[in-house]
């Protein structure tokens, strides 16, 4: 585990570069961690995944996989993969601050 500053907060952070504390969690930690990977600007459709993720893992304790994701969310598997091209469901986890998805590699 590290600490980082990011966004002009200490954030913990696993080995994989996922939050250790969701709670540490915020929009302003979310842009940089998706400028990290890539992904800048966050627009509209982004923000829906990243908000959908969290309140999943709010629900269940754990973020749905890539299929439940397409299936739920209202974004298709193919715009996921347009958004999140790295892999939706774990770089969409780790943009909304919350353990990889099981199943993710």
């Known amino acids: 585990m590290s600490v980082e500053t990011i966004a002009g907060v200490p954030i913990d952070l696993n080995e994989e570069g996922f939050l ?5 969690w915020s929009e302003e930690v979310a842009v940089e961690l998706a400028k990290r990977e890539g992904i800048d600007p966050l627009t509209p459709r982004h923000w829906e995944v990243v908000r959908f993720m969290r309140s999943e893992y709010e629900k269940k304790g754990a973020g749905p996989s890539v299929r439940v994701l397409g299936k739920t969310s209202g974004v298709s598997i193919k715009e996921l993969y347009e958004l999140f091209p790295k892999g939706p469901a ?3 986890a780790k943009i909304a601050g919350i353990p990889k998805p ?4």
């Open 20 to 24: 250790t504390d969701p709670r540490q």
């Open 90 to 92: 774990k770089l969409a």
């Open 102 to 105: 099981r199943g993710c590699i």
